[in-house]
């Protein structure tokens, strides 16, 4: 890597911000080439490049070797540390960077699932959760520490954690011989009719509300009863009450079900989501192509457009497709649909593309009124526009008075997320990439440091 490079990277490193997220170093032609994470961006970059850094020992000679062939390098801020590893996991599986060696297989970070349709609900550490019939809490990032956190839960709220069907009016439990776990204080057996299905009901809700709580009462409870036991020289006991608060302060590291998504977690079946989604339409062969438009703004800035592609049910990333809107300032999603609606499918009304089989907007009723305003002006009739409105998952249908609520396992609704799920994370993704190129183009104005040579070749691109 000449020095000249080295200079520049170092420069635009200088820029980045000292908050946790992800980078993504490139090379000259823009292809990533290696995805990190980073408690503070700049200082975690920048030692790359720093004239003492010795990534041969320190790193290993693959990242040597990535670091001079990196001739760009982009990044997207996160809330916190747990955001930023999530995302980087997520990065890493899309785009299956060439000097990423952990995270590209189809391993996923796991959850805490408690049954809520059994008659005595069972909670469980998993990767495979049902696709109904339960309620989740993560994904989470350690998978150990979140296996410590339910073991020491049980052992306070005394759940059952095996896999046997309970039923409330099995007479047979009453000569069922419990297992360890009740032997040792640690689950009410009902298994063994030890308890009624009220009262372990009641020990369930108080876990979940401990789930959506702070948690803070728990541990202060906890954190006197070690106490107490290192006064009286019980340090054995007071150990495992200190594991016991480590293993629970650990469920804070945990992402959110809806928002950190993973599609291999909850996954469906393609074909069967489109035949179920041909029936839903009243179409007579299931589509091959369905695209997704969505748009993303922050307080009505550098509002940006996204169009993912779907083939056969799958993600067609040559299709993807990203529009910064110019016809109008500020926030209007009706307004920044029309435009990119118009500026998708200008050709195919000229007959120099082909329409896909069906066009999801991400929104309601009014953003589907939008796109439809779109193809009007163009005095075309599109194919099937459908919207997916994120609140209560009610599909929107054109010329179709009311929407329509599937249930939450209907392998046409899980499509039609995917696919929205899909498009709101690309639109996000050049949201923040316009979002940072703006205020180094800003600190540049001012004045307060030289502008990047690299970014604003990119910029009149």
């Known amino acids: 890597m000449s020095d000249d490079r080295v200079k520049i990277l170092r420069e635009k490193i200088s820029r980045f911000p000292k908050t946790p997220g992800v980078y993504l170093m490139k090379d000259a032609h823009g292809r990533v080439l290696y995805i990190g994470k980073a408690k503070s961006l700049r200082a975690r970059v920048g030692s790359y490049f720093q004239p003492s850094a010795d990534l041969l020992n320190t790193r290993g000679p693959d990242i040597a070797r990535m670091a001079t062939k990196v001739a760009d390098i982009d990044f997207l801020d996160c809330d916190t540390e747990v955001d930023a590893l999530l995302k980087e996991a997520r990065l890493i599986k899309d785009i299956q960077p060439p000097f990423n060696v952990a995270l590209k297989d189809g391993k996923t970070f796991p959850y805490i699932e408690i049954t809520t349709?059994?008659?005595?609900?069972?909670?469980?550490?998993?990767?495979?959760?049902?696709?109904?019939?339960?309620?989740?809490?993560?994904?989470?990032?350690?998978?150990?520490?979140?296996?410590?956190?339910?073991?020491?839960?049980?052992?306070?709220?005394?759940?059952?954690?095996?896999e046997m069907e309970i039923t409330d009016g099995d007479e047979s439990r009453r000569f069922f011989r419990p297992c360890l776990l009740h032997a040792i204080n640690q689950c009410t057996a009902p298994c063994a009719d030890l308890i009624s299905?009220?009262?372990?009901?009641?020990?369930?809700?108080?876990?979940?509300?401990?789930?959506?709580?702070?948690?803070?009462?728990?541990?202060?409870?906890?954190?006197?009863?070690?106490?107490?036991?290192?006064?009286?020289?019980?340090?054995?006991?007071?150990?495992?009450?200190?594991?016991?608060?480590?293993?629970i302060q650990s469920l804070a590291l945990s992402g959110d079900v809806h928002a950190d998504v993973q599609p291999e977690v909850f996954y469906t079946d393609p074909t069967q989501g489109l035949e179920k989604l041909a029936d839903l339409l009243g179409i007579e062969q299931p589509p091959r192509s369905i695209e997704g438009i969505d748009i993303a703004n922050l307080m009505g800035e550098e509002t940006v457009g996204s169009l993912v592609c779907f083939i056969d049910g799958k993600p067609f990333k040559n299709g993807y497709r990203r529009f910064k809107i110019k016809s109008h300032e500020g926030s209007d999603d009706y307004a920044s649909i029309r435009e990119v609606v118009a500026r998708r499918y200008r050709y195919a009304a000229d007959g120099e593309e082909l329409f896909p089989d069906?066009?999801?907007?991400?929104?309601?009723?009014?953003?589907?009124?939008?796109?439809?305003?779109?193809?009007?002006?163009?005095?075309?009739?599109?194919?099937?526009?459908?919207?997916?409105?994120?609140?209560?998952?009610?599909?929107?249908?054109?010329?179709?008075?009311?929407?329509?609520?599937?249930?939450?396992?209907?392998?046409?609704?899980?499509?039609?997320?995917?696919?929205?799920?899909?498009?709101?994370?690309f639109a996000q993704h050049y949201h923040h990439i316009l979002r940072r190129k703006k205020t180094f183009d800003e600190d540049a104005h001012e004045g307060r440091r030289p502008p990047d040579k690299n970014a604003t070749r990119k910029k009149r691109k």
Do not use: W
């Not at 709580?213 to 009286?232: G, I, L």
């Not at 009723?365 to 997916?388: C, K, R, T, W, Y």
């Not at 209560?392 to 997320?417: D, V």
């Open 117 to 162: 349709r059994d008659d005595f609900p069972g909670i469980y550490v998993t990767r495979t959760p049902r696709l109904k019939g339960s309620k989740l809490y993560g994904p989470f990032a350690s998978p150990l520490s979140v296996r410590d956190a339910v073991n020491a839960l049980q052992k306070v709220f005394k759940f059952r954690s095996c």
């Open 197 to 247: 299905k009220d009262d372990y009901k009641k020990d369930v809700d108080r876990v979940r509300k401990f789930m959506a709580s702070k948690r803070s009462v728990v541990v202060r409870q906890m954190t006197k009863e070690m106490d107490a036991a290192a006064e009286r020289r019980d340090y054995e006991e007071a150990g495992r009450m200190r594991d016991r608060i480590k293993a």
């Open 358 to 425: 069906i066009i999801l907007i991400d929104g309601g009723l009014g953003q589907l009124h939008a796109a439809q305003e779109a193809f009007n002006e163009m005095d075309m009739q599109p194919p099937m526009v459908i919207s997916l409105a994120k609140r209560m998952e009610e599909i929107y249908i054109h010329a179709r008075s009311s929407p329509i609520r599937l249930p939450r396992n209907n392998p046409a609704l899980r499509l039609l997320q995917q696919i929205r799920d899909e498009s709101h994370r």
